[in-house]
């Protein structure tokens, strides 16, 4: 009996080569997976993700390599004991390279543009994008074949000051000046409202924020910031609480278990008490005199410590580390490149696919910035995208193809720029 048990054992796949042994981060190559004992109907890993497989024979696989992250990875193929060869496989970042779509692709602007957000509104997997025009909404549905078609907008009562997304699809606007905040539904067919909610002071911005694991929604305004969770209905006890800020907000973000403030005397960071959020102790993040015209949140090392990005009205951008224990301090000479334009709009994404993100910078009568990171320092390569001078309101990283590849969208006042991911 036991040797039966170990005869049964060794009877498992086994894994000798893949050739080639490198591919690109995007995946869908054919490879050839070498070996022994190879199932009829086989599972293959590379990593932890699945792969399209086909035995050609019991010693040979035509594997198609799924999506990955540049780096090493091991190959798998499942058995009575796994079969793995270490290392098998690498995966090649992207060459960080943009090709601008045609103007057909982008609808007609219906106005001036001064907000704008993307998310997946009807469920088929890719963005949709969301525009407040004029103190309107608009709709640009994705046509699925790389564009956008303009659809279908909820009407509302009063003028839009800002828009943001929310679980399920859903939409919530907060008012540029009297009117009602309100929270909007697609159910493939038409916009409907999704329950009441309490009365909004004005706004001109809106962050949806995941605060104690509750979805919390941050009207900015110019007394400051506005906090309501996003399925809380009219007397909802605790909410909305208001955070006042001398000068207004301009945007706020989650920074570990602070929110930060933009204000025009640079990033406030605040922390929750037993009376609301207040300012944090000093000492925590600098001073600084940068006018915040955007502010985002991202892991510049790729070692799970988060860092500040903000966007600077009236100069130089800034970027602050964390030394791991609740302070940060700027490190923006040494990791960002030069650059005093008018910062109104930031978002990060991995573009070319090496666990790294990289930063894009929306300017207001400047060209936008694209800047490359390396795990240490952003490089500009800005040069990568057309150098127009914009009036740029959101930069929005999305898969608008479908193809694994980040693309990005630049949405300015009276238009916008679609940049298609070319990068192989």
Known sequence: MRLGLILLAGCGPAVVEVLPVQGSALGGEVVTLRGARLPAEPEVRFGGALAEATRVDRRTLEVVTPPGVAG??????????DGTLEGGFTYVPLDLAFAEAPAHYLPEPAGTT???????????????????????????????????????????????????????????TCPAGEGDPLRLTWDGERWGPNGALPASA???GVRALTLAGEEVLAELGDDGLRLRTADSGPGADGWPTDVAVSGGASDVVLLDDALVIGTLEGPLLTEAGPAGWREAAVGRLPASDCAVGAMDVLDVEGDGEAELAVACADGQDRLYRGDGQGH??????????????????????????????????????GVDRLYRGDGARFEDWSARLSLTIADTVAALPMDVDA??????LLVDADGARLFVNVGE
């Open 72 to 81: 090493v990875v091991d190959v798998t193929v499942a058995g009575r004991q």
């Open 114 to 172: 001064t907000a704008a957000v993307a998310g997946d509104l009807d469920g088929d997997g890719v963005a949709e994008v969301v525009l407040v025009q004029d103190g309107a909404l608009s709709v640009w549905w994705n046509s699925g074949l790389g564009g956008f078609v303009e659809g279908l907008a909820p009407a509302v009562d009063a003028p839009v000051g800002g828009v943001a997304f929310l679980s399920e699809g859903r939409l919530f």
């Open 202 to 204: 004005p706004c001109h």
């Open 328 to 365: 940060y301090f700027e490190d923006s000479a040494a990791s960002l490149p030069v650059d005093a334009a008018v910062g109104a709009a930031l978002a990060h994404a991995d573009l070319d696919l090496d666990g790294l993100p990289e930063l894009i910078v929306g300017n207001r009568g």
């Open 403 to 408: 193809d694994g590849a980040v693309d990005l």
